[in-house]
């Protein structure tokens, strides 16, 4: 029997569950397309697995599913292409793809559309605001995912944070016990002793940092933002953040957040490892700094001075005080 349906579900549950690809299906019983030259032979416990494997599958365009056998074949044509091979076959079921009327899903709204990074999202029109997508730095198998936060408006955009944070001791900001919390789980001196995160922040509050060794996966450019400090934008040159590695920078200012020194430049140097956590500075790192981000609470304390001088030039009063950094190419 001919039958012309959105998979009913047999049905309901595979047109919801294909819907996030943009995709239905129409069927036709007791049918199958002959076809030498498949995508994808092999053994499955149903037709919905079937069909959600060609809605996953670009090339595919229709599947023959044999109910008896449990087999489903993928083809990169239809019986549209090709009406003499569509066979009559008791116990089987064709299915072609057929394109959502509905609105396309947009890049990096489901995991199956993840993005390699924020910055992908700028090929789209209109430009997507800023906002939680789904992301795949490593190109791989989309089940590996995962959530991150884009800002879509700061110097242009296409920005994938990596690292929300705040302070041990903000009121008492230039006290040793003040540093970061928490800390990408980057190489840093073993007395370092504030919390270590590996899960992507959702927003600027949400305190956690992605897994250090993803963020070169996302780009080279660095910003730092913080709501006590000037916000940065940093070029690699001989040094770099994503690569741990100590040498010259090329950094501007993006945004002052306060007024205090507005004269004064951006740093130029970067160092990993002159002391508990990585730093941003002008020449000598003891006089000249404008970000350290020190992870110990037991020295130090975390350097946020507009004026590139290693004191206590942060704005001060500041409700929920935080800092972050995103990262694009």
Sequence with gaps: MLCTVLITILSIIAMIKTEEYGIFFEIEENSFLSD????????????????RMCARETLCKSTSFLE???????????????PDRLLRQQGSIYVEKVVSAKTPISLGTTQSS??????????????????????????????NAFKAYCNMET??????????????????????????????????RPVVDVPISTTSPLNETDYNAMNFSQWKQLGIQVLIKSNINNWLV??????????????????????????????????SKYSPS??????????????????????????????HDPCGENNGNHVKNVVNPHGNIFIRY
């Design 36 to 51: 030498e030259d498949t995508i994808w032979n092999g053994k499955v416990d149903c037709l919905f697995s079937c069909s």
């Design 68 to 82: 008896n056998e449990g087999t489903c074949s993928l083809h990169r044509e239809t019986r549209t292409m090709h």
């Design 114 to 143: 993840a993005v390699p990074s924020c910055q992908a999202l700028l090929s789209q029109s209109p430009l997507p605001s800023s906002g939680v997508y789904w992301i795949n730095p490593d190109g791989g198998s989309q089940a």
């Design 155 to 188: 110097d242009g955009g296409g920005w994938t944070l990596v690292w929300s944070y705040t302070f041990t001791n903000y009121g008492h900001f230039n006290d040793k016990s003040n540093a970061i919390t928490p800390r990408p789980n980057w190489q840093v």
């Design 234 to 267: 940093c070029h690699p040159g001989t040094g770099s953040l994503v690569d741990w590695q100590e040498g010259d920078v090329r950094c501007q200012i993006v945004k002052h957040v306060t007024d205090t020194c507005k004269d004064k430049s951006a740093p």
């Design 274 to 303: 002159k002391g508990f956590g990585p730093m941003f500075y002008t020449s000598g790192y003891s006089n000249t700094t404008s970000y350290y981000f020190d992870g110990y609470t037991g020295n130090h304390w975390p350097t």
